[in-house]
C-alpha cells in the first residue's frame, strides 16, 4: 500500500488500434483501483469515438491524410477480426463511465500533430509516407497478422526501423506526443489523481515510461503483448 494515491505508479496500457481487446482491458481496468483514466485522445478524435449513440458523425471534417489512414484501419480491423478502430478507447471509456471515475485526455491536437508533421518532413520521408499509405490499402490481412506476432516479440526492433527510415516521424508521431502526454500526467497527478491508468497506442508504451521516469514518477506497464495474453501488471524496476 502507498501512503497517499500520489506515490501510485501510473498504469501504461499499451493497445493496438486495428485489434480489439475490449475485453481484456475492461477487465484489467475493472479490477484496478482508480481515480481517473487517461485516453490517448484529443477533444476532436475524442467527439467522434465516443459521441452519443444515435448522435451523427461529422463527414469529411479530418484532415484528409488521417481520413485515408482511418479507411486503412477499418479495412484491417475487420478483416483480422479486430472491430472497430478506437474499439479500446471506448472501452476505456465505458470503464471510466461505469465507475464514475473522471476520463482524460492527454493527446496532442491531432490536426496540429498533422501540421507539425508535414512541415517538418524533408520530401523523401513525404513520398515514403504515401506510398507506405497506398500500401497500406491493399496489404493482405494475414500479413498484419504476421507483422504483429514479430511487433510483440520483439517491439523495439520495430521502433528502431521506423527512426532509421522516418526520423521525423518517429520525432513528431511518437517522441514529441510522448512528452507532452507525460507532462499531461503529471500535471493530473498534482492535481490528486495519483491511481491513474492511461491507455495508449502499444508504441508510446516505452517512450512514456521513460519520459515520466525523467519526471520522478513510477510507472507499471502492461503491453500490447501482454494484453493479449492477459497478464497482469510489470511493475518498472527503475
Known sequence: MYARTTESPILLVGVAHVVDLTGPLTQVLGDRPLDGVAVELDAERADALLRSPGRPARRGSGPLFVRFWGLIQRRLG????????????????RVARDRQLPLFLIDDPLRMTIVNLVRSMPFKERVQLLVGALVGLFIPARVVEREMDRY???????????????????????????????????????????????????????GLRAALGRRGVPTETITFGELRGLTGPRPNPS
Request: no cysteine; hydrophobic share 40%; charged share 25%.
Open 152 to 206: 510483440v516479440e520483439a517491439p523495439q526492433n520495430y521502433t528502431e526501423e521506423l527512426r532509421r527510415a522516418s526520423p521525423t516521424l518517429a520525432r513528431v508521431l511518437i517522441d514529441d506526443r510522448n512528452e507532452h502526454m507525460a507532462e499531461r500526467l503529471v500535471q493530473l497527478r498534482g492535481r490528486g489523481y495519483g491511481r491513474m491508468a492511461a491507455v495508449v497506442g502499444d508504441a508510446h508504451v516505452a
Open 78 to 93: 475487420s478483416e483480422i477480426g479486430g472491430g472497430t478502430p478506437g474499439a479500446e478507447m471506448q472501452a476505456a471509456a
